[in-house]
């Protein structure tokens, strides 16, 4: 038999939602320009659009970075190890220059550097796409054309060329985020206006990776599967982390039996990144594999709790097997993630799962630079559009970006102790850890109970889904299963439906499903 209909469907709204009249910190900090939205607002009558004001916002957030770093630019970069710690204010960039070779016109990957300048490093340690990245940067710098141009001029002006196109990088990040919930413009305003971005947006080249990455994921959000693999595989050609989104992109297609769609991103990602990649494995091996060698290799490292228990241990765990571990600790995590996918409800959100399986990864690894809170905002952004817990988490942030710098300064200061000690610092990592983990209980929260995510309390499913938005499950476990299928129970004991545009809520009994159930 069937259930009887018990809610009209309506026609999709396409007016978007407005902060101010959902989210109370918006509502409240809007006091500052006027006020919420009115009711009787006109919207999109005047050049201001969203999305142009959200750009404006993110280079004003990148400028302001840039000026934070002023006393490194003006000398701390040079001058002694610790005034660019006390100014929290270091960046691997101007370093790099000489460090990796750029200054003496190398060629990363096929030029090994020499052991007098790299301190160690024989080849160039990032994946291809970020070398061609900071390559291109170093031909924009130039070479000397007299003596007055030192190596501490063409550093900084390599600092400021970099600079420039991770402005460009940033921009691309938050108008993405912005396009890729059609009806949510203003959540591209928490990238655009996140202080830990602004902080650690010029400390590396991460910002090329995340702006493919945001990129793939509003091609997937427009129903465009290989375009967005093609952007991930060139994401991951820039950063390892891009690859991860695979994992949930392949649970969510399974729950939905989109293999078709799926398949289209694995073959576009794949050859992509070997598109990138391939000429230098082949011209250059050594050079190429540096990149995965020294992951390997290198030694718990700064903002992960493997350094608390390192820094505890009477005998410190070995490099090899603080990797064993942390791949089993990432792997149970993958496991919980897949089993939250399939039994869940409905079907859980690809920002979601991308946001959990991205700080599972950066929770569990041995190393935590504080530039990594970079791959987090944009997902954040996504999958949980609210204010209060957006900042919570960029606090925790904040103070972990001004810890590491004082725990440096600590260390390079010699017997004047001056900065915060190893405890302190510890903290610090307790701090920023409980932060992310905080951000993702509450994303789970919402994937178990989907009238408390924010994107689906009006009635809409997936915004950034494309394939999968408002798409029937094929697959499920538990109490997803069986009927009703696209309806999730509320506290009060009544059901909420999905997949109309605005939320309907109707008795305990029985709901209709999208397909008729058998006798």
């Known amino acids: 038999m069937t259930y009887p209909r018990t809610s009209t469907r309506q026609e999709p709204s396409e007016e978007p939602v407005a ?7 918006a509502a409240a900090g809007s006091e500052l320009i006027g006020g919420p939205l009115g009711r009787r607002a006109l919207l999109g009558t005047h050049w201001w659009t969203p999305v142009r004001i959200i750009a404006l916002v993110a280079i004003g957030m990148f400028a302001l970075g840039m000026v934070q770093k002023l006393p490194c630019y003006n000398g701390g970069w040079f001058f002694g190890a ?3 710690y006390t100014h929290a204010c270091y ?17 990363p990957y096929f030029d090994a550097i020499p052991s007098e300048i790299s301190g160690g490093m024989d080849y160039l340690e990032y994946p291809v796409l970020t070398g061609v990245f900071m390559e291109v940067a170093s031909w924009i710098t130039g070479v000397p054309t007299d003596a007055s141009d030192t190596l501490q001029y063409r550093e900084q002006v390599y600092w400021l060329v970099n600079a420039g196109m991770l402005m460009v990088c940033a921009v691309v990040i938050a108008v993405c985020v912005a396009r890729t919930h059609r009806r949510r413009p203003w959540d591209g305003l928490l990238v655009a206006l996140a202080p830990a971005g602004a902080l650690t947006a010029t400390i590396n080249w991460d910002l090329l990776a995340i702006a493919l990455t945001a990129a793939a994921m509003l091609m997937w959000s427009r129903s465009r599967p290989l375009a967005f693999g093609v952007l991930l595989g060139l994401a991951t050609a820039a950063k390892l982390y891009p690859a991860l989104l695979l994992g949930p992109l392949l649970l969510l297609c399974w729950r939905a039996g989109r293999w078709r769609e799926f398949s289209l991103a694995l073959t576009g990602a794949v050859g992509a990144w070997l598109a990138v990649n391939l000429p230098v494995m082949i011209g250059a091996f050594d050079g190429w594999s540096k990149f995965y060698r020294f992951s390997q290799e290198r030694g ?3 903002g992960s709790f493997w350094l608390i228990l390192q820094q505890r241990m009477t005998t410190p765990l070995s490099t090899e097997t603080v990797n064993t571990l942390a791949v089993l600790l990432m792997l149970v995590c993958c496991g919980l993630i897949a089993a939250l996918t ?7 959100r690809f920002a979601q799962l991308a946001f959990l399986v991205v700080a599972a990864f950066i929770l569990t690894n041995k190393v935590y630079s504080p530039q990594y809170v970079l791959w987090l905002i944009p997902l954040a952004a996504l999958a949980r559009p609210r204010w209060r817990d957006f900042l919570v988490w960029q606090a925790c942030e904040v103070m972990y970006f001004l810890g590491i710098w004082m725990y440096l300064a600590y260390t390079t200061s010699g017997d004047k102790h001056q900065g915060l000690p190893q405890d302190g610092y510890q903290l610090a990592i307790l701090v920023h850890l409980l932060g992310t983990m905080y951000l993702c209980a509450v994303v789970v929260r919402d994937i178990l109970l989907p009238e408390r995510d924010p994107v689906r309390q009006d009635g809409s499913d997936d915004p950034s889904g494309g394939v999968l938005d408002r798409a029937p ?4 476990l538990g109490r997803a299963a069986h009927p009703p299928r696209h309806a999730a129970q509320a506290e009060d004991g009544t059901y909420v439906q999905w997949g109309v545009e605005h939320e309907k809520k109707v008795s305990a009994g029985p709901v209709e499903d999208s397909t008729p159930s058998s006798p």
Do not use: K, M, N
């Not at 902060?19 to 910190?25: A, C, G, I, S």
């Not at 000489?98 to 200054?103: I, L, P």
């Not at 499950?473 to 499920?476: E, K, Q």
């Open 473 to 476: 499950d094929a697959y499920a």
């Open 342 to 348: 399939l039994a869940a409800p409905r079907r859980p």
């Open 300 to 302: 718990t490292d700064f």
């Open 91 to 107: 960046s691997d960039i101007p370093h790099l220059f000489q460090g990796r070779g750029f200054a003496a016109d190398l060629v």
């Open 82 to 84: 610790g005034s660019q």
């Open 19 to 25: 902060p101010t009249r959902q989210d109370e910190v």
